[in-house]
């Protein structure tokens, strides 16, 4: 894995456990480009990462690319397993993408 896209997935992962362990736990959902899916974690995400643009809706534009395949360039993951972290399940809870990051990481090196 490339060093840019390990880094990036490791401060998504940090920013999401933030988010967890706030006074008043964070509801994934409660974000402006969130529709109540792990997809939400990318949304929080991309307040740390302007180069992630929102032309409209809950859809995120990255290097011409839409929806979850902005999110595998951007992190520079495979289709399946951007959907694994950041895919379209109900999931409220800022921890389960943020230990999915960290199991990912794990098993990788940055290059």
Same mark, same amino acid.
């Given at each position: ?8 997935? &490791? ?8 988010? &967890? /362990?706030?006074?008043?736990? *964070? ?17 929080? &995400? ?14 995120? @534009? ?5 929806? *979850?395949? &902005? ?7 495979? +289709?399946?397993?951007?959907?694994? *972290? +950041?895919?379209?399940?109900? /999931? ?9 990051? *960290?199991? @990912? ?7």
């Amino acid at each position: 894995m490339k060093k840019v896209h390990f880094d990036r997935l &490791a401060k998504t992962a940090i920013l999401l456990y933030f988010l &967890a /362990e706030e006074k008043e736990p *964070i509801n994934m959902a409660n974000y402006r480009q969130c529709d109540g899916t792990l997809a939400c974690a990318f949304g929080w &995400a991309a307040l740390m990462f302007p180069k992630i643009k929102w032309p409209g809706g809950y859809v995120p @534009l990255f290097n011409g690319q839409h929806g *979850i395949m &902005a999110v595998a360039e951007f992190y520079g993951l495979t +289709f399946s397993k951007a959907q694994h *972290i +950041f895919g379209m399940s109900y /999931e409220k809870d800022p921890k389960v993408p943020a230990d999915r990051i *960290i199991k @990912l990481l794990g098993a990788s090196s940055a290059e």
